[in-house]
Structure formats: structure tokens, C-alpha cells
């Protein structure tokens, strides 16, 4: 799954890929040491969960926007408001909804050229 979503973040110009973590521990490391404006995160992470390495992605690199990947989106958009959550997209809409959510969350960057 890593492999095809990188492969469609980067047919999204101006998309670049900063890193691909393994765990939540390890997106939190990552994002703290490469400071992305957006990090894409799964729910379903060993180690530490997509809300739960959110919170400390926010605590490490706070201009980061955060979109959680799930299968479980309807439930956890339904569920207490997340904070540390920009937005949240269940796995079979991911190729419809990211360009949606990249263009909410950065206004114009998917028409600007590559």
C-alpha cells in the first residue's frame, strides 16, 4: 500500500515525498527531523496509532498539518473533535478525496506548476 500511495502523491504536483515511516514512533521522528507541510498518517500504526502520533507530531513540529488515513474515517470523524487532526479520509476514498483535502488545506498549490 506504501508503494502505490507514494506513487500517486507523486503523479499531485507539486507533491514531494519527505520520508515513509514504518510506525507511528518512527513518522513522529521523521517529521520532527524533516519538517513537512503535511504528513500523511494511517490510523492502524504499531507502536504509537495515527491520533496518538499526531499528538506528538503537533508537539514536535507544530506547522505540520496532519490527515489521517483510515478505514475507520466515519467513526473517528464522528468521534470527539481531534485537535491535532486536520482532516480525515477512509482508505477506498483516499485517490478521489486527497486532491480535495490538499487543495482545503493549501489553497492553489495543486494548480501551481511542479
Known amino acids: 500500500m506504501r508503494k502505490s500511495l507514494c506513487?500517486?502523491?507523486g503523479s499531485l504536483p507539486p507533491v514531494e515525498i519527505a520520508g515513509v515511516a514504518a510506525d507511528g514512533?518512527?513518522?513522529?521522528?521523521?517529521?520532527?527531523?524533516v519538517r513537512p507541510d503535511l504528513a500523511l498518517i494511517d490510523f492502524a500504526m504499531p507502536h504509537?496509532?495515527?491520533l496518538?502520533?499526531?499528538r506528538a507530531l503537533r508537539l514536535?513540529?507544530?506547522g505540520c498539518l496532519v490527515v489521517i488515513v483510515s478505514n475507520f474515517a466515519p467513526?473517528?470523524?464522528l468521534s470527539d473533535?481531534?485537535?491535532d487532526v486536520d482532516a480525515i479520509i477512509d482508505k477506498i476514498?483516499?485517490?478521489r478525496e486527497l486532491p480535495a483535502v490538499i487543495d482545503r488545506l493549501f489553497p492553489g498549490v495543486l494548480a501551481a506548476p511542479k
Do not use: H, I, M
Request: glycine share 4%; aromatic share 6%.
Open 7 to 9: 506513487d500517486f502523491l
Open 60 to 62: 514536535r513540529c507544530p
Open 81 to 83: 473533535p481531534r485537535p
Open 25 to 33: 514512533s518512527d513518522a513522529a521522528d521523521l517529521c520532527a527531523k
Open 48 to 50: 504509537l496509532n495515527g
Open 75 to 77: 467513526f473517528l470523524a
Open 93 to 95: 476514498d483516499l485517490p
Open 52 to 54: 496518538e502520533a499526531a
